[in-house]
């Protein structure tokens, strides 16, 4: 009957994910608000055939292994470097003040200030698959505010990489001590570092021998299933030796093979598989979502795309004017970050593990999702029309369009988005 219920699931399942990507993409808006509806179809909150979460959350577990090896596999130091100056304080600053604006949120509508913490991280970071989709729909994608937006999105990628490692130490049930605490972190960040050098320096020796003998075979069954098979061994190992997180694992062997020859190559053969297993994982969120449990606490609702929606915009769009960019380029980089997906799903399933979230924590982060993604292409053809209002009021902004080059050449040497294009080419 477990077989069974396999089957029904995976098939229900990525069925559902078909019919409602595909009525999604037709409506210009992302398939993961399609992948999101098809888990609310097969989950236990509609009428009919009902999913075995077990079975979904088992496979979503790999689909969020391989999402991070394919972040970790597109990540370029020297790129994100070209935006640094502005990327690294606008990226960590949005994430600090949203994390604060949610923490607000959850604390005035009944929640703890832990809850409000994982809460607010989640509700932090955009989604990579929406941004880098509605920047190459716009035309976007290769312009001084696109390569500062991917900058930004990597940094608060790389700052959520690091919560995933540092929350279960801080709310680790086993000291409660503030002492405890202090010794267990340093403990996670010596042997967190161990595992960093391990892997991108004896690692990389490794899997480049790994790849390489395996792609003198000249079969691509075998390279295919290589790199299928390294970030599930690097992730497990990371969690089993080191105590860190399998997502820290994958991203560590995505950011190995990426600085290999065979980077072209693994990301053309990784890319399907790890499509094909994050659609699982959007599926098994969405089962999570109760739209009854809305109307238990429409306030944190209402919060929550208030924040997404106005504050980290906000936030964004100040942080970049007050460090003396084009209007047009805060407009692009803060309307493109009005959305959460993929690591914001990551951050509340280790808060559910953790006992910090609740379902209703969750389901409204589902909510705030489908809402804020499905609306995120339409708030971005509005720029246009926001910028020249914002020029005819406060006409002082006008003489910046004019400095870029000279205030800021870093912005058109940046090549950034040439290692994202295949990304949204796949997606």
Request: with cysteine; proline share 4%; hydrophobic share 55%.
């Amino acid at each position: 009957m477990h077989h069974l219920d396999l089957i029904l699931t995976l098939t229900a399942s990525l069925s559902a994910a078909l019919v409602f990507g595909y009525i999604t993409f037709r409506l210009k808006l992302s398939p993961i608000v399609g992948y999101l509806l098809a888990g609310f179809v097969v989950g236990p909150a509609t009428p009919g055939f009902v999913g075995n979460q077990e079975i979904a959350q088992q496979f979503a577990e790999i689909g969020v292994i391989l999402l991070m090896f394919g972040v970790g596999l597109q990540f370029h130091l020297k790129e994100l470097l070209r935006v640094r100056k502005i990327a690294i304080p606008g990226g960590i600053g949005q994430i600090l003040i949203a994390t604060g604006l949610g923490v607000v949120a959850l604390i005035t509508t009944g929640g703890s200030w832990s809850t409000g913490l994982v809460f607010g991280l989640a509700i932090s970071v955009a989604s990579t698959v929406v941004l880098l989709r509605v920047l190459a729909d716009n035309n976007d994608l290769h312009t001084p505010g696109g390569h500062i937006a991917i900058g930004w999105l990597v940094i608060e990628d790389l700052c959520t990489v690091l919560v995933l490692v540092l929350l279960p130490v801080i709310f680790s049930k086993t000291d409660a001590s503030s002492v405890g605490v202090l010794i267990s972190l340093a403990w996670s960040i010596a042997k967190l570092g161990l595992l960093i050098v391990v892997t991108l320096l004896a690692g990389q020796r490794v899997i480049h021998g790994i790849l390489a003998k395996v792609s003198a075979t000249g079969s691509r069954e075998l390279f295919t299933l290589a790199v299928l098979v390294l970030p599930l061994c690097i992730a497990l190992g990371a969690a089993s030796l080191f105590g860190a997180s399998m997502a820290l694992g994958a991203f560590l062997a995505g950011m190995v093979v990426g600085r290999s020859n065979f980077s072209q190559r693994a990301a053309t053969e990784a890319l399907p598989m790890r499509d094909a297993f994050a659609v699982l994982f959007f599926v098994s969120v969405g089962m999570l979502f109760d739209p009854k449990m809305l109307l238990e606490n429409p306030r944190l609702l209402a919060a929550t795309l208030g924040v997404v929606l106005i504050g980290k915009p906000l936030t964004a769009f100040g942080i970049i004017l007050g460090m003396k960019y084009p209007v047009r380029i805060g407009l692009v980089v803060a309307i493109a970050l009005a959305q959460i997906g993929e690591f914001s799903f990551i951050v509340a399933s280790l808060g559910e593990h953790l006992g910090l979230l609740d379902h209703q924590a969750t389901n409204v982060l589902v909510a705030t999702a489908i809402i804020s993604i499905s609306i995120n292409p339409l708030l971005y053809r509005l720029i246009d029309p926001l910028e020249r209002w914002l020029l005819r009021v406060a006409p002082s902004l006008r003489q910046r369009a004019g400095h870029t080059l000279t205030d800021h050449p870093e912005i058109h040497a940046s090549s950034t988005t040439e290692g994202a294009r295949s990304s949204v080419e796949q997606s």
